[in-house]
């Protein structure tokens, strides 16, 4: 077992990986930009480094800066969190050049996964059920027409490099193709300094459902069940849940098998999940696989009373995953709590939070790295906390989930605390009869009264 981990990341999830290391008894270096010097995980760690000026890209994407916070402390292995760095081929393979254990799958498994075209690839190759499109990158109008004329409309033009909703074209009729796939090639040489693009068949009204996988470096892989991140805004996930409320067992036992066939192709290690589409027949396709812990893992860790990070851990360090059977108990939500005005478009609204008074109660659990007063930076993701309840049915994880709601107060900036209260009295949600774009075409948010 490692000594010493550098947490590569910052906010909750750097906290949340100190938190799991100092009850495994593992010493924590914390990185930090000057913008976020007053921060928990900077106050929590054993030791503290600073990497640079508060944008990004001169701190928590800086490599070289990274590595030499490492070196100085003598840390053996360093935690990408998520974002930032953590899904970066060339920064797992630089820490392997310097033997600093990676936290994380390997530069080729990473490199497989996050190129979207090379991922699909792999996926057809080893049977896990891909949406009709192209066999890869689509190099010009022509081939992207005669791709097209074989799957139908409506189709979606994906960025290959592309994520986080950006890089992407709707394209419901074939006179919108060539100006569409254009505006696409040229957004993805913007945002991803690469232009290649691809296409699929856009499937109609679908369940975004994803399924948790670990991977140790010994060829076991398991799934750890699914969690349903339906509820999106703007290709943004709002509220995650598991398990999902199309799931049937015979469905989760298809699913699982798919995303561990995609974990043995690329020879995975660690914590991934494999993104699916599912259409109201039950069929299923594969979108992508992430290759690091993400957002929504602590209702996995909820309904499976398994420490997502702790596995990561003892991963890298090269222990065997356990053979006991995964039990699946209970129903968990989290919802996303970000720093932004729903009332006005959702814009963001950093500064300093007067008050901040968490919520409690049993099944009631939150991961911040937000106080009072703490002064949210402009720098970064809005999200400020990730609100999550578990109880016995969906049903009480709902009302669980509106009472926490209600207690947690923030005062000094707007949060998207109302716009989850509202959501957890709409009948679709209620009913689990809602889509990917379900948000965006029916919920509508009600500004509170004054």
């Not at 990917?436 to 029916?442: A, D, F, N, Q, S």
Request: aromatic fraction near 8%; hydrophobic fraction near 35%.
């Amino acid at each position: 077992m490692f000594n010493k981990i550098l947490i590569a990341n910052r906010g909750e999830i750097a906290l949340r990986v100190i938190r799991t290391c100092k009850e495994l008894g593992i010493k924590t270096v914390a990185v930090y930009s000057t913008a976020d010097a007053n921060s928990l995980h900077v106050k929590f760690a054993d030791e503290a480094v600073c990497i640079g000026p508060p944008a990004g890209k001169d701190s928590y994407l800086k490599i070289p800066s990274i590595l030499a916070a490492a070196e100085i402390t003598n840390a053996e292995a360093i935690h990408p969190g998520y974002g930032f760095l953590s899904e970066n081929a060339e920064f797992s393979r630089i820490c392997q050049e310097h033997d600093i254990k990676f936290i994380g799958p390997s530069p080729d498994a990473i490199g497989k996964m996050g190129d979207k075209a090379v991922a699909k690839a792999t996926m057809i190759a080893n049977d896990v059920p891909v949406v009709p499109g192209s066999d890869g990158v689509v190099e010009s109008y022509e081939d992207a027409k005669k791709v097209c004329d074989e799957i139908g409309f409506p189709v979606i033009i994906k960025a290959s490099a592309g994520g986080g909703g950006r890089g992407m074209r709707l394209v419901m009729e074939a006179d919108e193709l060539e100006k569409n796939y254009k505006m696409c090639r040229n957004e993805a040489e913007t945002a991803f300094n690469n232009p290649a693009v691809y296409i699929e068949r856009f499937v109609t009204n679908p369940h975004h459902v994803e399924i948790q996988v670990l991977s140790d470096q010994h060829g076991n892989h398991i799934h750890l069940g699914e969690r349903d991140c339906s509820l999106q805004r703007r290709h943004q996930k709002v509220l995650e849940e598991s398990p999902s409320p199309l799931m049937t067992e015979e469905l989760r036992e298809r699913m699982g098998t798919a995303a561990t066939n995609a974990a043995k192709a690329v020879d995975y290690e660690g914590a991934g999940t494999v993104e699916f589409l599912v259409d109201d027949d039950h069929n299923f396709y594969f979108m992508e696989m992430n290759t690091r812990i993400q957002v929504e893992h602590p209702v996995t860790e909820e309904v499976t009373g398994i420490d997502l990070i702790e596995q990561q851990i003892r991963v890298a360090a090269g222990e065997k995953l356990s053979d006991e059977p995964i039990e699946f108990e209970n129903h968990s939500i989290e919802c996303r709590i970000n720093a932004e005005d729903p009332e006005h478009n959702f814009r963001p609204s950093a500064g300093e939070i007067k008050v901040f008074h968490p919520p409690g109660g049993h099944g009631v659990r939150l991961d911040t790295h937000a106080y009072s007063g703490y002064r949210i930076p402009p720098h970064y993701d809005s999200m400020i906390a990730k609100l999550i309840v578990c109880a016995p049915t969906r049903e009480q994880a709902i009302k669980k989930m509106k009472r926490a709601l209600q207690e947690f107060i923030i005062e000094g900036v707007k949060t998207t605390i109302p716009y989850h209260i509202q959501l957890m009295d709409d009948e679709n949600f209620i009913n689990g009869t809602f889509d990917t774009k379900y948000l965006e075409r029916e919920f509508k948010f009600k500004p509170e009264e004054n």
